[in-house]
Each structure stands twice: as C-alpha cells, then as structure tokens.
C-alpha cells in the first residue's frame, strides 16, 4: 500500500543555496563595477589654478593668519574692581571649581571701609559716654 513519493526538482534548500550563490557573485560583480575604472571629482573652474612647475625651497609650513579662539570662554564679573596685586595662574592653565585666579586690591574701597568702621566705633563710644553720664 505504499506508494511512490515524487522527490521535488526544486526544494526549498536548494533555492536558497541557488539564491545565496547568486547574491555573492551579484555582490563580488558589484564591487568590481563599481570600484574598477577612474574615479572622477567635479570641481568648478574657478577653484583650479594650473601655474608652471619650477625649482624652488621646499617649504615645510606656510604662512597663515587666523584666529584661534578657544572652545568655552567664561567670563567673570568682579563686584568691585581694583588693582591686579598678584597673578595666581597663567593663561591657558586648567582650573578647578573654587580655585582662586588673582588677587585685587582696591585702595578707595578700603578707605571707605575704614571711614564706615570709625563711625560705628565712634557711635559706640557715644553711646557708652551716654549711659555712663544717665
């Protein structure tokens, strides 16, 4: 009661070898396509200068002006100003959070200072004289 089971021409393993077989070559042909022959750049004409070729110093560096600007620039604002006493960094030096940069030294603010200070003790005084003489 067997009967006989007709093998397929075309199963499904070997499609995909035929399919994965065929995507190499396609992929390798490609390739070669693509990559062989010259490769070409389009530049406008006014950005070529064709000048003769000559003997000469060989220069290692050319010339360049520019502006070199840093990345962040942070600028710090002084609630009073005053005379640079010392320099506690040099430019270009990395900081750290708190750390101090100069020290500044404002001879009108002292003065002030001072002035406000011998008032207070003066109205002290006074007012030591007035409990003294009550």
Do not use: C, H
Not at 71 to 84: F, H, K, N, P
Not at 89 to 105: A, F
């Amino acid at each position: 009661m067997d009967r006989v089971i007709k093998k397929k021409k075309w199963s499904p393993k070997k499609i995909m070898t035929i399919g994965i077989v065929a995507a190499i070559v396609l992929l390798i042909a490609a390739n070669y396509y693509f990559t062989s022959g010259k490769s070409k750049l389009n530049v406008d004409l006014e950005r070529i200068t064709i000048s003769e070729v000559s003997n000469g110093t060989f220069q290692e560096f050319i010339p360049v002006n520019g502006v070199v600007l840093p990345i962040t620039t942070i600028y710090l604002d002084a609630s009073e100003g005053g005379r640079v006493e010392e320099k506690f960094v040099e430019d270009g030096t990395v900081m750290k959070k708190g750390q101090p940069i100069l020290r500044l030294s404002n001879t009108d603010l002292l003065m002030t200072m001072m002035s406000q200070q011998n008032t207070v003790y003066n109205t002290l005084t006074q007012m030591q004289i007035n409990n003294n003489a009550a």
